[in-house]
């Protein structure tokens, strides 16, 4: 991500092949995808992924994922390798939403889609134009540079429509200020390197105009 608005993510040094990733668990288990040449683009860590997918592991199968930002893919692929009826990946770059729709026919995906689009500008449509945002998971890893973050924690706060019981995962550069609406409950935090991440529960019930 090399413009403005989604500036480049800053993220430690793995020891891993270049632009690509590996894919740790579920039917792809062990699958190598690569990923584009983008100025800081980096996937998840392996062991992020782990931990997350080990808190998920008795709500990944059959749910209907939303990956915000979803860059190289290393969440939304990992969800659907591991069962996700649906996981709908957003990204704004080119070039990356490319790739993705590359890796996708490769791993002759079926429970994946991915939109060309700007995160922020289509959550804010989808939110506005239906009465309930029909995800069970949101996986939330926007660039660390930036307001991408808080400003989509306050576009899912207004209006609260999520469904009940929604889970909500964020990863941020350690230290990172963000406030997030007063009914979610967190369930589980974590920092690997200079890496936080946290898993939500949305505790309220949806607004349905």
């Known amino acids: 991500m090399t413009n403005k608005r989604h500036p480049s993510k800053p993220r430690p040094t793995n020891k891993r092949s270049a632009n690509s990733l590996?894919?740790?668990?579920?039917?792809?288990?062990?699958?190598?995808?690569?990923?584009?040449?983008?100025?800081g683009l980096r996937p998840t860590g392996d062991r992020i992924r782990e931990t997350l997918f080990n808190w998920l592991?008795?709500?990944?199968?059959?749910?209907?994922?939303?990956?915000?930002?979803s860059g190289a893919g290393a969440l939304g692929f990992e969800a659907a390798s591991r069962g996700a009826a649906i996981v709908t990946m957003i990204e704004y770059s080119a070039p990356v939403a490319t790739q993705l729709r590359q890796n996708e026919q490769l791993l002759k995906s079926d429970n994946t889609q991915v939109i060309h689009d700007d995160a922020l500008r289509w959550l804010q449509h989808e939110l506005a134009n239906s009465n309930e945002l029909d995800y069970n998971i949101i996986l939330l890893d926007p660039p660390f540079a930036g307001e991408l973050l808080q400003e989509s924690l306050d576009a899912l706060a207004q209006p609260a429509k999520l469904k009940i019981n929604t889970l909500i995962y964020l990863e941020m550069e350690k230290s990172s200020n963000f406030q997030v609406p007063a009914h979610w409950q967190q369930l589980?935090?974590?920092?690997?390197?200079?890496?936080?991440?946290?898993l939500y529960q949305n505790n309220a019930k949806p607004v349905n105009n």
């Open 22 to 39: 590996r894919i740790i668990g579920g039917r792809w288990r062990g699958r190598k995808l690569t990923f584009a040449d983008s100025d």
């Open 57 to 69: 592991q008795g709500d990944i199968a059959g749910a209907r994922c939303l990956d915000l930002f």
């Open 188 to 198: 589980k935090a974590k920092t690997a390197g200079q890496v936080s991440y946290y």
